[in-house]
């Protein structure tokens, strides 16, 4: 070999070894796109509606939800398969305590911090519209960002996403017995303010 040859020859390895490295991260690429398009599919209704329970406003919800996938994306390595959807409403619920307080910090003082929240109160179901479905979903919102959040959190992994309270207990980061206090107030909290609802609209019949 030359000693023009053995100068080159580094640099061709080099570009070789590169180009072979290229081509077995590709299908790892691809692999790690199409775990994203798929956990994207299976779960983004679930944690847009995760986020909308938590008092993220509607305004900010879908950005909200795009940010949980964001971190997935990053993050995807770390997601065991079969925890996905723990790993997406752990998520989910840190974004949702963040855009709550973005949203505070943001709103005009002389109104609620979830605007279309506030439009719901002033405007509120009929009695005859009661039990249209929209309707319902808006009461239970309402009645949902009524809660105090700490109480309201706890019911929503709980009562709507059903999640076990050791669960809870760790995203969260609250003690076991903290939960189920939280959980048993929350109850009794949401019903009273259903029950109200139910005895109002009665009466204006």
């Not at 964001?70 to 079969?82: H, N, T």
């Not at 996905?84 to 855009?99: C, D, I, M, N, Y």
């Not at 439009?119 to 309707?135: A, F, I, N, S, V």
Request: charged share 35%.
């Amino acid at each position: 070999m030359s000693a023009c040859s053995s100068l080159l020859a580094p640099a061709e390895r080099a570009t070789s070894d590169e180009d072979a490295v290229t081509e077995r991260a590709r299908p790892a690429a691809e692999g790690a796109d199409a775990r994203l398009r798929e956990l994207a599919s299976r779960h983004f209704a679930d944690v847009w509606r995760f986020l909308r329970h938590l008092g993220v406003p509607q305004s900010s919800v879908d950005d909200a939800a795009q940010d949980v996938f964001l971190v997935a994306a990053r993050r995807l390595e770390e997601i065991e398969p079969g925890r996905e959807r723990s790993f997406l409403f752990g998520t989910a619920f840190k974004v949702a305590q963040a855009a709550r307080r973005k949203a505070w910090r943001e709103a005009p003082r002389e109104t609620l911090p979830d605007g279309d929240a506030g439009d719901e109160r002033d405007h509120g179901p009929t009695p005859e519209q009661h039990l249209d479905d929209k309707q319902a979903r808006a009461l239970a919102l309402r009645l949902l960002d009524e809660l105090d959040e700490g109480l309201r959190e706890v019911f929503v992994l709980y009562e709507i996403e059903g999640l076990t309270m050791q669960r809870i207990a760790e995203l969260t980061e609250l003690p076991p017995g903290t939960v189920a206090s939280r959980l048993r107030r929350a109850r009794e909290e949401f019903l009273t303010r259903f029950a109200r609802h139910r005895n109002s609209a009665r009466g204006a019949r």
